[in-house]
Every structure is written in C-alpha cells, then in structure tokens.
C-alpha cells in the first residue's frame, strides 16, 4: 500500500516545461531521477547542437552511432508511425521547422510562413541497428517531441522502482507514467479539460500505465502574415493540423504510447473511441463543446457530473 506519509516529490525544469517525480521510496532516487532525466534531454532535444538527434537530422542517409536511449526514441517512433497510419510522423521536422518551430519555446517570434510545402517523407526506410548501435534516417528528419517526453517519464519511472522504490510517478510536462505495486492506493489523475488548462474534464484513478494529453491550445505562434499557427502538422499537408477536437488526453499501458495516440486522434482526425482497437482509452471535447471519448472514460465522465 503506498502511504502519503512515506511519498517523497521534487519538481523541476525539464524538456522545455516542468518535470514532477514523486516516489514511495528514498529521496537519494529523486536526485537519480533528475539527473537521468537531464541525460534524455540532452541525447533527444533537437535545440541542442550536440544532441543524437541533432547529429542524425545533420547526417541523414548515414548509419550514424548512436545510445541504445536513441536507438530505443527513434523504434518507437517508426512502430507509432506504423500503427496509426502514418497519422504519428516524427518526419514532420522539415514541414515544422518551415512554420517557425525552429526554436524553442517561448523563443519562436513570428516567422514567415513557408513558400513550399514540404509534407513528411515518412518513417519507412528508417533503419535501426542495434547489432552495429546504430539509426540510418534515410531521407527523414526526425523530431523528437511527439513521443520523446513521454518516453523519457517510461524510463524513469520504472528505472527508479527498478533502483528501490516501491511505486513512482513521473510527469513530464503533462505526460506521465505510474508504476504502482499490486494492491496500491492508486493514484487520481487529472485529465485537462480544453476548455480550461486549469480545470479538469475527468479525474482518474491510476493503478499503472502512461498518461498523454494533446491540444491544440499550447505551443502557439503567429507568423509573419498574423497567422496564428501551432505544433500539430499535417504530415501530409506539411502544415498546421486542422483538428476535429480542442484537445484530447488518452490512456495506454506506456506514456510513450499514449503520446502517439493523442496525435492519432487530433492529426488523424480519428474518433478517440476508436484507440480502444489500440489498447487505450481517450476522453477529449469537440470544438462544439462536447466531450467524446470510449466508453470506460465517457462513463466516468457521466458519473461524476
């Protein structure tokens, strides 16, 4: 059982946003914590110029060797591409880095809008070789934030239960994943309503498992021409997402997973009911006010109203 008298939590800057460990277990595990969580940024973060991904988006076409954490980043993103149909393409960098989502935030100030579209080559004949440590990505570019923070809360959290602690969460600028013992208190999630970031649409008990939320209110920019545009492409477009949801938060067995779920649904334009077929659940709200989502979730949401 885990005892709010034995959690031990620290919150601090990471990926861009604010990361929050809490753990049932030694406080020397929070410092373990950060410091690995500041290694996965500074392999995955394509602002850094001497990150992994920086090398591999500079040497495309190239067997480049890389971390078994990169190598592990880039299959998980081929495998997310594939089973959403392409809707999930970290191949997007180009298309985004044409919009102006060049650097990061809050550092992107009104660039011009691309004269060329540049759709996403997708994830195909990317290749990832574990015998030689290394990741050729073709002809793609790969960007890392669909999945990357997602990813990074996976490895941490069931790092540090592996290192001695009873249960762990750990959030990553809003994703997030628990590993809990059988038989836990569980822990209650809040999923935010688009509506209003500080409110939410359903709160959640969480016994294990990852937790994801999209939306395209954040990560906002406006171009040169006032165009207000934002994170989410259109792989095929090479473009600003045009969404059928406000937002969308999914629930999978991996926060990584979830992740490239939320872009399933918003970039996808496929109804969040259907990442049931997926293994997950999802609860969002239509740009008319209505919540939608699978049934479990939309039966929580019924009940609590």
């Known amino acids: 059982m885990i005892s709010d008298d034995t959690l031990v939590s620290t919150a601090f800057p990471a990926m861009g946003g604010v990361a929050t460990v809490t753990i049932d277990g030694s406080p020397g595990l929070l410092r373990s914590a950060r410091r690995r969580l500041a290694d996965l940024e500074a392999k995955w973060s394509r602002f850094l110029p001497d990150s992994e991904i920086t090398l591999l988006n500079a040497r495309r076409g190239a067997q480049v060797r890389v971390s078994e954490d990169t190598r592990l980043l880039v299959r998980c993103g081929v495998t997310a591409w594939s089973e959403t149909d392409g809707a999930f393409d970290p191949s997007v960098l180009d298309s985004m880095v044409a919009w102006g989502y060049s650097v990061g935030f809050p550092d992107v100030d009104r660039p011009a809008e691309p004269l060329q579209i540049r759709p996403a080559v997708g994830m195909r004949d990317v290749r990832v070789d ?122 999978a067995g991996e926060a990584w997973w979830a992740d490239a779920l939320t872009k399933y649904v918003l970039v996808g334009g496929v109804p969040p009911s259907e990442v049931e077929t997926l293994g997950a659940s999802a609860i969002g709200r239509r740009h008319d006010g209505v919540v939608v989502g699978t049934d479990d979730l939309l039966d929580l949401h019924r009940e609590a109203a």
């Not at 574990?130 to 570019?141: Q, S, Y």
């Not at 509506?195 to 954040?218: H, M």
């Open 130 to 251: 574990d015998a030689a440590r290394t990741v050729d990505l073709a002809g793609a570019g790969f960007d890392p934030g669909g999945i990357g923070k997602g990813l990074a809360a996976d490895l941490v959290a069931t790092e540090v239960v592996s290192a001695g602690a009873r249960a762990a969460l750990v959030d990553v600028c809003g994703d997030l994943r628990v590993v809990a013992p059988p038989g836990d208190d569980r822990w209650t999630i809040g999923l935010e309503d688009p509506d209003d970031p500080s409110a939410d649409v359903l709160r959640v008990q969480l016994a294990g498992g990852g937790v994801a939320t999209s939306s395209t209110r954040r990560r906002r920019w406006t171009t040169a021409r006032g165009r207000s545009v934002h994170h989410l492409h259109d792989p095929w477009m090479g473009r600003p997402a045009a969404t059928t949801l406000r937002g969308v938060s999914v629930l």
